[in-house]
């Protein structure tokens, strides 16, 4: 057993509802290790969970939040740890995805959730791209994103987007659209799409853009008008996908993603996707931009980016 500090939410609720407090750890069992966080990223999960949203059970409470960290390895269980890249070792720094709660100073986590990080890749940046990150990667793949294809990415200036952009560029896709709100257009340049503004009128810029369509439409978003921009593009109803609509997406012809339910998991795509993500990273191949807050400002950190406030991921530094 050791000594930590973590962010609980006592009770479901906006971030007001998060406090920091002592937490005691157990030592890692069999299979698992105990990680000394470096950094723990901010999605929006997280406070869909806290906000009771997706279920207000007060007998799940309290809540820790934080699905990803990075850090390093601190302890191994009984028998050793064997993770996706082979055996860790007290020292190792790791990317840790799945990681239960993992906005907290120490955790303990399954070895299999543990891939290796490079020295090179920030703290910051390993601990806030692997949920966002193999979520981009299961679109691609769900879509069949490949050389030539022209995308259309709806929330491009997203966690996900930004990387479901990098990605499909790196998978060979010609062309990539990608709708942000115009503050966002020069980061969505950068990372290799062509931004649109969405709102009003946006059926028309997008037909102004890809007159003969889009091969493929990524929807990040959720929206109406996100969902029906895409069928109106869509020069192929089998390559929509959506990690954020319901079912009625599905009736249109996306492939719902994630882990609602009747939604593809893609749970083997995701494991394996951490691997693509660690070795690009390693190779300077992505660009994430990454805003730290320290992990007693989670409250900030989470009203920031539900405001809008920051773009990109965020990262919480104990
Ligand atoms: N199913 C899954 O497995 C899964 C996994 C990860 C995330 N998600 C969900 O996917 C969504 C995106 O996640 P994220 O991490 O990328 O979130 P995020 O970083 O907060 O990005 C949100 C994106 O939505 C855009 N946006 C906001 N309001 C919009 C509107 N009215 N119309 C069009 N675009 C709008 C934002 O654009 P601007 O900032 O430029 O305004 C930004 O690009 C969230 O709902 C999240 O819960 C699902």
């Given at each position: 057993?050791?000594?930590?500090?973590?962010?609980?939410?006592?009770?479901?609720?906006?971030?007001?509802?998060?406090?920091?407090?002592?937490?005691?750890?157990?030592?890692p069992?069999p299979?698992?290790?105990?990680?000394?966080?470096?950094?723990?990223?901010?999605?929006?999960?997280?406070?869909?969970?806290?906000?009771?949203?997706?279920?207000?059970?007060?007998?799940?409470?309290?809540?820790?939040?934080?699905v990803?960290?990075?850090?390093?390895?601190?302890?191994?269980?009984?028998?050793?740890?064997?993770?996706?890249?082979g055996?860790?070792?007290?020292?190792?720094?790791?990317?840790?995805?799945?990681?239960?709660?993992?906005?907290?100073?120490?955790?303990?986590?399954?070895?299999?959730?543990?891939?290796?990080k490079a020295?090179?890749v920030?703290?910051?940046?390993?601990?806030?791209?692997?949920?966002?990150?193999?979520?981009?990667?299961h679109?691609?793949?769900?879509?069949?994103?490949?050389?030539?294809?022209?995308?259309?990415?709806?929330?491009?200036?997203?966690?996900?987007?930004?990387l479901a952009?990098?990605?499909?560029r790196?998978?060979?896709?010609?062309?990539?659209?990608?709708?942000?709100?115009?503050?966002?257009h020069?980061?969505?340049?950068?990372?290799?799409?062509?931004p649109?503004?969405?709102?009003?009128?946006?059926?028309?810029?997008?037909?102004?853009?890809?007159?003969?369509?889009?091969?493929?439409?990524?929807?990040?978003?959720?929206?109406?008008?996100a969902?029906?921009?895409?069928?109106?593009?869509?020069?192929?109803?089998?390559?929509?996908?959506?990690?954020?609509?319901?079912?009625?997406?599905a009736?249109?012809?996306?492939t719902?993603?994630?882990?609602?339910?009747?939604?593809?998991?893609?749970?083997?795509?995701?494991?394996r996707?951490?691997?693509?993500?660690?070795d690009?990273?390693?190779?300077?191949?992505l660009?994430?931009?990454?805003?730290?807050?320290?992990?007693a400002?989670?409250?900030?950190?989470?009203a920031?980016?539900?405001?809008?406030r920051?773009?990109?991921?965020?990262?919480?530094?104990?």
């Amino acid at each position: 057993m050791s000594d930590a500090i973590a962010v609980v939410a006592a009770a479901y609720g906006g971030p007001e509802v998060l406090e920091l407090r002592p937490v005691d750890v157990p030592d890692p069992g069999p299979g698992e290790v105990l990680l000394d966080v470096r950094a723990a990223g901010v999605n929006p999960i997280d406070w869909k969970v806290f906000s009771g949203r997706m279920g207000d059970d007060p007998a799940a409470l309290p809540l820790r939040p934080g699905v990803e960290a990075a850090g390093v390895v601190a302890a191994v269980g009984p028998g050793g740890a064997e993770g996706p890249r082979g055996p860790l070792a007290v020292g190792d720094e790791v990317f840790a995805f799945r990681a239960a709660g993992a906005w907290a100073s120490r955790i303990v986590v399954p070895a299999a959730s543990c891939v290796p990080k490079a020295p090179a890749v920030p703290w910051p940046v390993a601990g806030a791209t692997m949920a966002a990150g193999a979520t981009a990667v299961h679109l691609l793949e769900a879509t069949r994103v490949g050389p030539g294809d022209v995308v259309l990415v709806h929330g491009a200036s997203g966690g996900v987007g930004r990387l479901a952009v990098q990605l499909a560029r790196r998978r060979g896709a010609a062309r990539v659209i990608g709708t942000a709100r115009p503050a966002n257009h020069d980061a969505v340049r950068a990372l290799g799409a062509e931004p649109v503004a969405y709102g009003d009128g946006l059926l028309e810029r997008l037909r102004g853009l890809a007159p003969d369509g889009v091969d493929v439409a990524l929807d990040c978003v959720g929206t109406d008008e996100a969902l029906e921009t895409s069928l109106a593009l869509a020069r192929d109803r089998d390559r929509l996908a959506t990690i954020v609509a319901g079912p009625p997406a599905a009736a249109k012809g996306f492939t719902r993603l994630g882990g609602a339910p009747g939604a593809a998991r893609g749970d083997e795509i995701r494991a394996r996707a951490r691997l693509e993500l660690a070795d690009r990273l390693a190779a300077g191949e992505l660009t994430v931009a990454v805003a730290s807050y320290p992990l007693a400002e989670a409250a900030a950190a989470v009203a920031d980016h539900q405001a809008g406030r920051v773009s990109g991921k965020i990262a919480l530094v104990p």
